[in-house]
């Protein structure tokens, strides 16, 4: 009882809770009472200590939460596809014009690309046009044909009703080779045909059957079917193996147009285009459509097959080497063909004038129309 | 919490002396990078740099509330100074100092202060060690009184005592084991070291 009479008069003496007379009777018992002066030391000690235990607590509480908020990693929130909407309306509110722009500038980079693409592809294109083969696209000619009437009559021809008459999507030239119906022509004039006919200087046409393709010489081997043809006998020309000489006197038949026409030159180089082995350069003026027609030389020898000219160079034509168009007529009858074919050997030309040798070369020339509809 | 700029010293000291809560943040966060990158640079890991770095900030808080610190130099160099001193201490316990730490900031003597802290600390340890020791519900009461200040009414209200003599009794009770404990823990651990 004594004590917890002591410690209620510290307690009241630390909070200020004693006046007057109480408070001089407790200072003179704390002088006086070596004890009660300890006493009231321990208390302050503890209840200061109690204090400082209490606010640093609570410190180290808050250091830890902010602590805990700006230095560790924060749980993960839930993530939504493209964050909530506002968010959205607000980043597109602040950047909109940015993104405009970097959506313009990628548009503009694309397209720009891509047409530079394109352009650098056609120059490419410009490029492998310097040669051109020369099949005839026919539609093209007929309504220039067509265009030119009506400029000169000033009003729509109404042409008169003619007999059926269809020229066929391309043509080109070819020649016979074997009595019993083959003929040949460059590979590209026939390259994608659906059907093809071969007509005569006379006007006869006759379908052809088979179609034998070297891509690699742009040689092509045609075989007439038709019941009614006769055969063309013995040729007049004969194949030559052995390779021209410069500056031979050559000369072609062709179709450049309806009606046969004749080209004359010289042999101008043993190589065809960008060096090609395979081909002679030749100084004949060709055309498109005289393409497939027979190169031969003064004493009628058949030294090669018309194939293209190179744009950018005056007077350059390419021809086929025969020897190629003989290992290809070999390899054909080998192993495609039904029976051989039998080259024409002996040459009737040799001698004759140029008028003669051309009155007995043109039934053996004919033009070939392809159709690929 | 405010995101609240002290652009320099003064204004932060006098907003901890005003005791706002965004000036404590604003120190801790601006300095703690510092603190973490000394610590992991001298063989310490994350943990440890915020031991230390708290106790410094406890410290530093502490003194400028109670307005007894001389500062004269920068609050940066401050902190850094006494965390190098308990980093030091830690690695000297822990075997591992070599005699060498690779500093990355100026210092100054912070004897002083760290005796000071160390006195603290202790007290402070003690006196959790002891109130644990207490044991409920003697703990809870003394906290309510002393810390949380709450009246004598509300307490003999929350442990259902029939009369507030009753609780003045009990904390009396209280009091005196939590002093006998106190200074027995506090007093050995004096002798001892």
Not at chain 1, 351 to 366: H, I, M, N
Request: proline share 2%; glycine share 6%; charged share 25%.
């Amino acid at each position: 009882m004594r004590k917890i009479e002591t410690y209620h008069w510290i307690e009241r003496y630390l909070a200020g809770e004693l006046t007057g007379e109480e408070l001089s009777n407790f200072e003179l018992r704390l002088k006086t009472d070596q004890a009660l002066a300890e006493q009231l030391e321990q208390f302050r000690e503890v209840t200061d200590t109690l204090h400082f235990y209490g606010q640093r607590k609570s410190l180290q509480q808050k250091l830890n939460t902010i602590h805990a908020q700006s230095f560790e990693p924060q749980p993960k929130k839930v993530i939504t596809p493209f964050g909530n909407k506002e968010k959205r309306q607000i980043f597109w509110n602040q950047h909109y014009a940015t993104i405009a722009v970097a959506a313009s500038v990628a548009l503009l980079t694309v397209f720009g690309t891509l047409f530079s693409i394109d352009l650098w592809r056609s120059m490419g294109k410009q490029q492998a046009a310097r040669y051109s083969a020369l099949r005839r696209e026919v539609e093209k000619i007929k309504n220039s044909q067509r265009a030119i009437n009506r400029a000169i009559t000033g009003n729509e021809t109404k042409s008169l009703p003619k007999a059926e008459y269809d020229p066929g999507n391309f043509s080109g030239t070819g020649f016979a080779i074997s009595a019993d119906g083959y003929l040949v022509t460059s590979y590209h004039v026939v390259s994608g045909a659906d059907s093809v006919f071969i007509q005569n200087s006379s006007g006869q046409q006759y379908k052809v059957k088979n179609i034998y393709r070297d891509q690699a010489h742009d040689l092509a081997i045609l075989k007439i079917a038709d019941d009614n043809f006769p055969g063309f006998g013995t040729l007049p020309y004969g194949v030559k193996a052995s390779e021209s000489d410069l500056g031979e006197r050559v000369y072609t038949l062709g179709y450049p147009r309806e009606d046969m026409v004749f080209g004359e030159g010289s042999l101008s180089s043993r190589t065809g285009f960008e060096g090609d082995t395979t081909s002679y350069q030749i100084s004949i003026p060709v055309n498109p459509g005289n393409s497939g027609g027979p190169l031969l030389d003064n004493q009628g020898n058949l030294i090669g097959v018309i194939s293209g000219k190179q744009l950018d160079l005056q007077g350059a034509a390419f021809a086929v080497k025969s020897a190629y168009l003989k290992q290809l007529v070999e390899q054909l009858s080998l192993d495609s063909v039904e029976s051989p074919i039998k080259l024409a050997k002996s040459n009737q030309l040799a001698g004759a004038s140029r008028t003669r040798q051309l009155k007995k070369l043109e039934d053996y020339v004919f033009i070939i129309k392809v159709y690929n509809n | 919490m405010h995101k609240v700029l002290y652009f320099s010293d003064e204004a932060l000291l006098a907003g901890i002396r005003n005791e706002e809560e965004a000036a404590l943040a604003y120190l801790y966060k601006q300095h703690y990078p510092m603190i973490l990158h000394f610590v992991q640079n001298n063989n310490g890991t994350d943990d440890e740099a915020k031991d230390i770095y708290q106790e410094a900030v406890i410290v530093f808080y502490e003194k400028v509330k109670d307005q007894n610190l001389e500062l004269n130099c920068q609050i940066k160099t401050y902190l850094y100074s006494i965390c190098r001193r308990l980093w030091l201490k830690r690695l000297a316990l822990k075997n591992r100092f070599a005699g060498m730490i690779t500093d990355s900031d100026t210092f100054i003597q912070v004897d002083e202060e760290v005796a000071e802290l160390e006195e603290n600390e202790l007290k402070f340890k003690k006196m959790g060690e002891a109130l644990v020791l207490l044991g409920e519900p003697c703990k809870t009461l003394i906290e309510d009184f002393y810390i949380q200040d709450l009246t004598m009414q509300s307490i003999t209200e929350k442990f259902g005592y029939t009369n507030a003599d009753n609780t003045k009794n009990q904390k009396y009770k209280c009091l005196m084991r939590l002093k006998k404990l106190f200074f027995t823990l506090y007093k050995t651990e004096i002798s001892s070291s």
